[in-house]
């Protein structure tokens, strides 16, 4: 948060008129607090900057969730209306992005006053398109969650694009367009994959191949996988970083393969493949120690742990069961994976030995899950917002609380603030206990 004149003023005028060590530390101490204080009207927390929150993971520290959705601990602060949209929202500091499809033409993005939901800025290309065969029933409306760094977003249109936009007025700084510069093909269900932004690189799968580029200025730097496997049509898993084996690396699931990928050179590291229907590896891959956690449509829900071995990498599936995933990534608390299933249904699994240890009702299409201690946070497709214990031994709901009827986009967790992005609105709820 800036400094205000007079903060400026004060803090000047103290540093230079004391001359004690013991008050320039004070005083220094004075500085920090205001830098860091940031947006506190709910408390402190980190920005939600990305797909799945700060780390990517859908976890959140100890105590940044509620203890009830009833209306008296929970309150809606205010709702703005929007155009279809699944893109999660991201929060970062005062401010709260979002995105939407406008007239079926055009692909926005809007920054709003955390406070009031007032619009702050808007900026807009046309981007919009049509997606084929049982998708279209989801619509053709823009999909990824952008990703927000050093005062810029990354926002991934559906026609195969990643725009970089300046977070304090909107202005687009650099967009890349895939099909023109790579001479790819449109993604047949749209640019699905959230950028993932490392150091001084951003990264997606786009342009048929998992693909790094500078983030100042959008120049690709290179692309890698372009023989993964279906990944014509674009991929629909997005990238996680990870260190296995004491190499840090990016880890990818194409529409055919979970490979894992040296983030300097692009190189391959491993590869498993991972049978599906049509593709359709869309949850992120995530982390159990060294060993990676998926689940397919049309596949299985299998851990696949990553060791190095004379040099190379080796693999071993210490897993493998007939359940079926589907979009919905997992969260993972205390050696047990919660994730939503193909068939709308609830499951935990011990990581340790794949024993499913509950399977709960069904729900909706889709949920997006944020762990904090021993909480779990669940937006539900149809709107319902869960408050689960996260309890091996069964399916174990605290509270919950309507606020949606067709949610398709993450939740978004900051401070004490909750954001739903509806398909026709986004929310923000804040609570109190």
Request: hydrophobic share 40%; aromatic share 10%; proline share 4%.
């Amino acid at each position: 948060m800036p400094f205000s004149e007079h903060a400026v003023t004060a803090i000047h005028y103290y540093l230079v008129s004391r001359k004690t060590l013991l008050q320039s530390f004070m005083a220094l101490a004075v500085v920090l607090a205001i830098c860091s204080t940031g947006y506190s009207q709910s408390g402190t927390g980190a920005d939600w900057t990305q797909w799945r929150g700060p780390n990517r993971d859908g976890k959140l520290p100890d105590s940044s969730l509620p203890s009830s959705l009833k209306e008296a601990d929970f309150k809606k602060a205010w709702s703005v209306p929007l155009g279809p949209g699944y893109s999660g929202p991201v929060v970062v500091g005062d401010r709260i992005y979002v995105t939407e499809t406008r007239d079926r033409k055009y692909e926005v993005v809007t920054a709003l006053d955390r406070k009031t939901g007032n619009q702050i800025w808007t900026s807009q290309w046309e981007g919009a398109m049509s997606v084929p065969f049982f998708a279209a029933s989801n619509g053709s409306w823009i999909r990824a969650t952008p990703a927000y760094e050093d005062g810029r977003l990354y926002v991934a249109g559906m026609r195969d694009v990643i725009v970089c936009i300046d977070a304090k007025d909107g202005n687009q700084i650099w967009k890349v367009d895939f099909p023109s510069q790579v001479g790819t093909a449109n993604p047949s269900f749209g640019f699905v994959c959230s950028p993932l932004i490392d150091g001084d690189y951003v990264y997606v799968q786009a342009g048929e191949a998992f693909t790094k580029l500078d983030k100042k200025t959008g120049k690709i730097v290179w692309q890698a996988l372009k023989d993964g496997g279906g990944m014509n049509g674009g991929a629909f898993s997005s990238p996680i970083i990870a260190t296995i084996a004491g190499k840090r690396q990016a880890v990818v699931q194409t529409r055919a393969s979970l490979c894992g990928v040296d983030l300097e050179t692009g190189s391959k590291l491993w590869s498993q493949t991972i049978p599906t229907f049509r593709g359709m590896n869309i949850l992120t891959p995530t982390m159990f120690g060294e060993s990676v956690f998926t689940s397919t449509y049309g596949g299985t829900t299998q851990l696949i742990s990553v060791a190095a071995a004379g040099g190379k990498f080796a693999l071993k599936q210490q897993w493998n069961l007939p359940v079926q995933g589907y979009m919905s990534s997992p969260v993972i608390v205390n050696d047990h994976a919660y994730v939503h299933l193909k068939n709308q249904r609830f499951a935990c699994f011990d990581l340790k030995n794949g024993v499913e240890k509950w399977r709960s009702r069904p729900y909706g299409k889709y949920a997006s899950l944020v762990a904090s201690g021993d909480k779990i946070l669940v937006l539900d497709q149809k709107g319902d917002l869960l408050l689960l214990r996260a309890n091996p031994e069964k399916f174990d709901v605290i509270d919950s609380r309507k606020v949606g009827d067709d949610s398709w986009a993450h939740v978004a967790v900051s401070g004490k603030d909750i954001v739903v992005r509806n398909l026709k609105d986004v929310s923000l709820y804040q609570w109190s206990k």
